[in-house]
């Protein structure tokens, strides 16, 4: 059984133009101890479908799902205070900008033992032992001082250690990892990620690893979803995805890698993605996709099989011998 | 050079109109901002219009109709619809009155504090360090003091009448202004198109009134409707003290002052001219508060 | 740190001197002769005129008379006033307590309505009693507290007779002055009903004075805990599973209160000029009406000395608030 399983799941904001839709049909599963990234521009709604997961839209968002289950229950009918008893223990989350998400008004310590305080029985000295000792595993040299250490104090890369210390301190099932590396600088990068994906297998739990960055992806994901603007594209295990990607949108992101440049001009996916007024009515990557026609212009698109890689597309590439095309 | 600037002149006044537009879009969706102009609108026109308006001279004292009752009350009449005062005078020709006192105080106030102020923060805001050093540390003094004692002590020495109150009241809302078109314009200079207008040669005065003035002004029009409404407050609090306006004049805080000793005996001689300044006050904050809004670019974003 | 408090205190000196040529100045720029003008109409001999000519010291060049003034300002002696003969910096410290009790008790009200009141109204954004809220908040904001008080007073001591009028106490009771405040001296006296009438005396006088601070810091709270609440750290504390009353009212309010505490420090001078009107109507023998009445009286040695030691006592204050901005502000403290 899967340990998150999501099934058509739509977010839709209210906003002062009308309605805009974040999240469309989004199917997720994730297993115990797996790795997932979720892959996709800024604006392609990877960060608001795992938000509508934690419960932690603001109530403009409106969400609708088939089924969104975590260990077994259902996340839809949870109360408030019975979600609450998940989020933050079994189920918790790591975000972007680790400067700003931390308390400016409260120590590290304070904002780690929290979490312990909220979700366990230890008492005050036994947090603070296992503050201390989640400072250790996350890499912070001199976890006693640095208990005592207000956010500004730390630099981004501490910030960001204190935060997965934070998240992990009540040994959850799975970790949200949105964007963890992206506001850190290049060589910090590297090593939160050697963290996470380290942590990941020390303790079996799964990870779901939001990135826009493929080489990320190919260095620690085990699984790859695609998703452009609030629609998954395509689902592979990371070498099927790198090998023989089936959406072009997919296929277009992966030539733009410079790493994977074959002429001496980078390949780019020209236009923009689109935005609240401007949704076409076909497969929403047909204005910028090379191989559209007018099918992919009005009738959109359905979901191919696994082995095509679950593409979001009426004329899939790469199909292996043998498939049929949906 | 000549093609330039007379495409500038053909670009600004349709630039202006959308602006203008877009001010008008956020300020029309604060419900209670467009009450507040209304209101304010209506003030205004009473204010203009007060000797069409008014049934009776506001100073004429009716012998043997003293402190007759609103009409809906037992003993009131038509005649005097609000009632009349102690010495017999139709308090609503009296308020219509009072508007005109308070719209005077709050256009003068606000002209004189806003065009000082500004002038001074914009020379503090240019001026070598030892100038703005000593603008500002002016302002400091006038500012450790509580506005309205100032205000009271000046009105004391200067006489009191209601000129001399408006005066002082300017000279104690102006330090507002110093410090907001300072703030601004230290804000502004540092940006690209100032430095872009020097490059090109402006002079200093232009600089300062025609670069970088034009871009301090939101603020600025913030404070002055909200000076605008804490002029006529203290106005109205200096002439119920006794050192504003000085009776018969119908000014309302006068009016108040007048009324005290039948607070409980006349309850509408007490209330109709606080109401009046509240109602007035309120309209022009409600503004106030959407003109922030509709001109804070911070807000504007959602 | 050290050097922020060092650099608050450089600027304090040179307000200080300005305020003192302020209230040194506006005896001396008043046109016509400020010992005429004092006696009004009573009228003075030529002997009591040179009397006061010398006590004054106007028969002196300007900037001696301002050196003794500066130095008998530093020393603590700021004349004596026309009227009672008394010293001023004693009147002011006789009649001081009397406001700082009305003060502070109409600051507690505020803070402790005005707070909570932020708070909900930021949490229940866009709705009913948001708005209500908000509403409400700005007719306080904009109210004449003069009229107010009047209102006040018809309705509550007129109609239905629950408070006193004016004064702090009812007439008959009578005790020493230990600590100047009514509340500790009336429970001190241990005379029945005394403290009870104390209480009462202060209520109306409270609420008026309260009006403002209170629309203030609704608006103020209400505001800052918006800005917050769509912090990244809210998210952050909420994705821990967290209460939302934990939420809001420690992780939220916590970093709200920072721009709040400064807007209360700030609203000194708000709250003494409204002393000035809530202690004439209700009689409260407190510096504001010791103020006007000297005003009135042209007691100008008082009205001199009063005005330093107001404006003195706003600087003091406004400088401990901006200290304590430093300190609490974890981003400033940091440098």
């Known amino acids: 059984m899967s340990l998150l399983k999501i099934r058509n799941l739509s977010v839709e904001f209210s906003t002062a133009s009308g309605p805009f839709r974040a999240v469309d049909q989004v199917d997720v599963d994730v297993e115990a101890g797996e790795i997932l990234a979720i892959v996709g521009e800024s604006g392609s709604g990877k960060s608001v479908s795992m938000l509508a997961t934690m419960g932690l839209l603001p109530w403009t968002a409106t969400i609708t799902a088939d089924e969104m289950s975590f260990d077994g229950q259902d996340l839809r009918e949870l109360s408030g205070r019975a979600r609450r008893r998940i989020i933050g223990k079994d ?100 090593q939160i990620l050697d963290l996470l994906t380290g942590l990941q297998k020390e303790t079996g739990m799964g990870l779901i690893l939001i990135t826009h960055d493929m080489g990320v992806v190919a260095e620690t994901a085990e699984r790859v979803a695609v998703q452009y603007a609030g629609q998954k594209v395509e689902d592979q295990p990371v070498a099927d995805l790198f090998a023989t990607p089936h959406h072009p949108y997919t296929s277009a992101l992966l030539a733009a890698l410079p790493e994977r440049a074959t002429e001496r001009r980078l390949a780019t996916i020209p236009g923009v993605v689109p935005g609240q007024h401007d949704r076409p009515e076909g497969c929403l990557f047909s204005p910028r996709c090379q191989y559209a026609d007018e099918r992919c212009r009005t009738v959109p698109p359905p979901v191919q099989p696994a082995p095509i890689g679950r593409a979001r597309c009426h004329y899939p590439l790469n199909v292996p011998a043998g498939e049929e095309v949906a | 050079m000549a093609d330039a600037s007379s495409q500038i002149a053909r670009t600004v006044p349709t630039r202006r109109a959308g602006r203008l537009r877009e001010f008008w879009k956020y300020f029309s969706e604060n419900r209670g901002a467009v009450i507040g102009l209304y209101v304010f609108a209506a003030f205004a026109m009473v204010a203009i219009f007060a000797d069409f308006l008014a049934p009776y001279d506001p100073t004429t004292q009716f012998r043997g109709s003293e402190l007759i009752p609103p009409f809906w009350q037992e003993g009131g009449e038509w005649a005097f619809p609000l009632g009349t005062d102690a010495v017999g005078r139709d308090m609503l020709s009296r308020l219509i009155h009072g508007a005109r006192f308070s719209f005077f105080v709050g256009i003068v106030v606000v002209v004189v504090a806003a065009t000082g102020g500004i002038l001074l923060g914009l020379i503090a805001g240019f001026a070598p360090k030892w100038l703005d050093t000593l603008i500002m540390r002016l302002m400091d003094i006038i500012l450790a003091f509580p506005s309205l004692l100032l205000a009271l002590v000046l009105v004391a020495i200067l006489g009191p009448t209601l000129l001399n109150a408006m005066i002082a009241i300017a000279l104690v809302l102006q330090p507002h202004y110093v410090r907001l078109t300072r703030a601004s314009v230290i804000n502004e200079r540092t940006k690209d198109y100032v430095t872009a207008a020097r490059v090109a040669g402006a002079g200093y005065l232009r600089t300062m009134f025609v670069t970088v003035l034009p871009n301090c002004l939101a603020p600025i029009i913030v404070q002055a409707a909200l000076s605008f409404s804490t002029a006529i407050l203290d106005a109205a609090a200096l002439g119920f003290l006794g050192m504003g306006a000085q009776p018969p004049t119908p000014e309302w805080g006068t009016m108040l002052a007048d009324a005290r000793e039948f607070v409980l005996r006349a309850w509408w001689v007490v209330t109709f001219p606080g109401l009046a300044i509240l109602v007035t006050v309120l309209a022009i904050n409600l503004m106030g508060d959407g003109l922030r809004d509709a001109l804070d670019p911070k807000l504007k974003r959602s | ?319 401990t608030v901006d200290i304590l901005y430093g300190l609490i502000n974890p981003k400033i403290r940091k440098r």
């Not at chain 1, 959850?172 to 060589?187: G, K, N, Q």
């Not at chain 3, 050196?67 to 026309?82: P, R």
């Not at chain 3, 509403?135 to 006193?164: D, E, K, R």
Request: charged residues 15%.
């Open chain 1, 91 to 190: 189920l918790s989350m790591i975000f972007q900008e680790p400067m700003s998400s931390l308390n400016p008004c409260f120590t590290t310590g304070f904002q780690i033992t929290e979490a312990l305080r909220q979700h366990t029985d230890l008492n005050r000295s036994q947090r603070k032992d296992r503050a201390v000792e989640l400072m250790e595993m996350v890499g912070i040299p001199d976890p006693s001082r640095r208990l005592k250490a207000f956010p500004h104090q730390l630099s981004g890369g501490m910030n960001q250690r204190v935060m997965i210390a934070m998240a992990i301190a009540c040994r959850p099932r799975l970790l949200i990892a949105d964007e963890p590396t992206t506001a850190l600088d290049v060589t910090i990068q590297a």
């Open chain 3, 1 to 319: 740190m050290l050097r922020y408090v060092l650099a608050r205190l450089l600027t304090f000196i040179p307000t200080f001197i300005g305020v003192t040529i302020v209230s040194f100045g506006f005896i001396r720029v008043l046109p016509g002769d400020p010992i005429i003008v004092m006696a009004g109409e009573r009228g003075l001999s030529e002997e009591r005129y040179q009397e006061y000519v010398e006590r004054f010291g106007f028969d002196q060049p300007l900037w001696k008379q301002f050196w003794d003034y500066l130095t008998g300002v530093l020393q603590g002696d700021l004349g004596q006033s026309f009227v009672t003969n008394r010293n001023v910096w004693d009147e002011f410290f006789t009649l001081f307590p009397a406001t700082l009790e009305l003060s502070l008790c109409a600051i507690i009200f505020s803070v402790l309505v005005g707070l909570p009141a932020g708070v909900i109204a930021a949490v229940y954004r866009g709705k009913f009693f948001d708005r209500a809220l908000m509403s409400t908040a700005l007719v306080g904001y904009s109210m004449p507290i003069f009229w107010w008080a009047l209102l006040l007073i018809i309705v509550f001591s007129g109609n239905l007779g629950w408070t006193p009028v004016s004064g702090r106490i009812g007439l008959m009771y009578f005790f020493d002055d230990v600590t100047g405040f009514m509340l500790i001296d009336s429970l001190i006296s241990g005379q029945e009903g005394a403290f009870w009438s104390a209480v009462q005396h202060l209520i109306l006088p409270s609420i008026v004075l309260g009006t403002i601070p209170l629309a203030v810091i609704a608006r103020q709270t209400r505001s800052a805990m918006l800005e917050v609440l769509s912090e990244d750290y809210i998210r952050t504390a909420r994705a821990k599973g967290l209460r939302p009353a934990r939420v809001n009212g420690l992780h939220a309010l916590r970093n709200a209160l920072i721009p709040v505490i400064t807007v209360i420090g700030l609203s000194v001078g708000t709250l003494l000029a409204g002393a000035i009107l809530t202690e004439t109507i209700f009689s409260w023998p407190g510096i504001g009406k010791w103020m006007v009445d000297s005003i009135f009286r042209r007691d100008y040695p008082v009205v001199q000395g009063g005005l330093l030691l107001i404006a003195l006592m706003v600087m003091i204050v406004n400088l």
